[in-house]
């Protein structure tokens, strides 16, 4: 095996040159402490400013002190959950999110659950969509929180998030999204989509991993999530991590200037693996919205076919594809947005991620069909199902 394929870019990207370029002076020339108040210190809190108002032109905050580091996307869920339900508490406990969220937003719902908080976990149709009727519905005089995620990152579904959002504002209800798989697909303008949290992550648009943001506009309330010092104008204790936040300042500030380029690059290779998919292998199903979804994500089931299987055997070829989020790929259980889907538990396993990046050719494409037509083909000859005769 010589040649590999990276079609796993919804899990993690790798670092561009430009990006490294700002991160790596800040590991020797540039060290300082960005809370110190010498001139290195000066030099460091100057970088990390400069990356915040990065962060907050691209998506048009209104103040760049609505921008605050953190640990990366499971930070910024977290502490958009569980600071803002726990700062409004006195308006009321209810919080209303969505069955297909990532883990870092169901998780801290569920922890909340126990602290005496009630959540309800919307629907979605068989395209991935929470309808804005649903929202209505489940809106109470107690409600102080509605988060839904503007992209899953599962099956690249866009929801409507300026609809979404307007609704909960009708009702005077604070309103949260998770971006990290939005930015840099389409513009996100967080004044226009009425947007008052959003968490951001720097590894999924070609940043490092570990570092990422939360939008917080001015005004709402959040209690913190990590004590300890007068970092983040008091609200996230720790010393900032200088390289990582230039280099995700850098990332959204690329990701959002290029999104007109990388999305005509991302979709025709992404229809073109469509196609060709379509023109060699039968039995296959796209899961997701057929229109309103980000170009860089196809989800599909093989049916007759074990997804983890065909991941081994892709990767025998040099191929990096992923049955479900990456965080949850040690887990047994089919995906829990694919069953929010209605898909059923055969076809749910059967599920594939591709997720392409900028770097891809149609070359690549070329041999990764070729590849899933000869993997698919020994999965089915040795599958179960296939002689229970169910084709
Ligand atoms: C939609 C979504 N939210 C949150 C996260 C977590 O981000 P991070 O890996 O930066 O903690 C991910 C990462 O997979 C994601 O796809």
């Not at 307007?166 to 989509?193: L, R, S």
Request: neutral net charge; charged residues 25%.
């Amino acid at each position: 095996m010589s040649r590999k394929v990276y079609l796993d870019n919804a899990s993690t990207t790798f670092v561009s040159g430009e990006v490294l370029s700002e991160i790596l002076p800040c590991f020797n020339a540039l060290y300082g402490n960005s809370n110190s108040l010498h001139s290195y210190g000066r030099d460091a809190s100057a970088i990390v400013d400069r990356a915040r108002d990065r962060i907050a032109h691209a998506i048009n905050a209104q103040k760049s002190n609505e921008i605050y580091f953190t640990s990366g996307g499971t930070e910024a869920d977290n502490w958009a959950i569980k600071g803002i339900a726990k700062a409004n508490a006195s308006k009321g406990k209810h919080i209303i999110t969505s069955s297909i969220e990532h883990h870092a937003v169901l998780d801290s719902c569920k922890q909340l659950e126990k602290e005496g908080f009630e959540v309800t976990y919307l629907p979605v149709d068989k395209t991935g969509i929470v309808s804005v009727a649903d929202l209505l519905h489940a809106i109470r005089k107690d409600t102080i929180l509605i988060s839904i995620m503007a992209v899953n990152n599962e099956v690249g579904t866009i929801q409507n998030i300026k609809a979404l959002a307007k609704t909960a504002h009708d009702y005077g209800i604070i309103f949260h999204t998770d971006a990290v798989q939005a930015i840099g697909a389409f513009k996100i303008d967080v004044q226009d989509m009425e947007i008052d949290a959003m968490s951001i992550s720097a590894h999924k648009i070609y940043g490092p991993k570990g570092v990422g943001a939360l939008y917080l506009k001015n005004g709402i309330a959040i209690d913190n999530l990590i004590d300890g010092g007068t970092q983040e104008r008091g609200k996230r204790g720790g010393t900032v991590n200088v390289p990582y936040v230039a280099g995700l300042g850098k990332a959204v500030e690329i990701a959002c200037r290029d999104i007109s380029i990388n999305q005509q690059k991302l979709k025709a290779i992404r229809d073109y693996f469509i196609k060709s998919v379509n023109e060699k292998i039968d039995y296959v199903q796209i899961n997701g919205h057929p229109h309103q979804k980000i170009n860089g994500t196809v989800n599909m089931s093989f049916e007759m076919v074990e997804g983890e299987s065909l991941l081994m055997l892709l990767d025998l070829d040099g191929i990096a594809v992923s049955t479900t989020s990456a965080c949850m790929s040690n887990a047994l259980e089919p995906s829990h947005v694919l069953k929010a889907m209605g898909i059923e538990d055969e076809l749910a396993q059967s599920a594939v991620r591709f997720s392409f990046g900028k770097n891809l050719s149609k070359s690549d494409i070329d041999y990764v069909v070729d590849c899933l037509a000869k993997d698919v083909a020994k999965l089915r000859s040795i599958s179960a199902l296939t002689k229970a005769g169910r084709r």
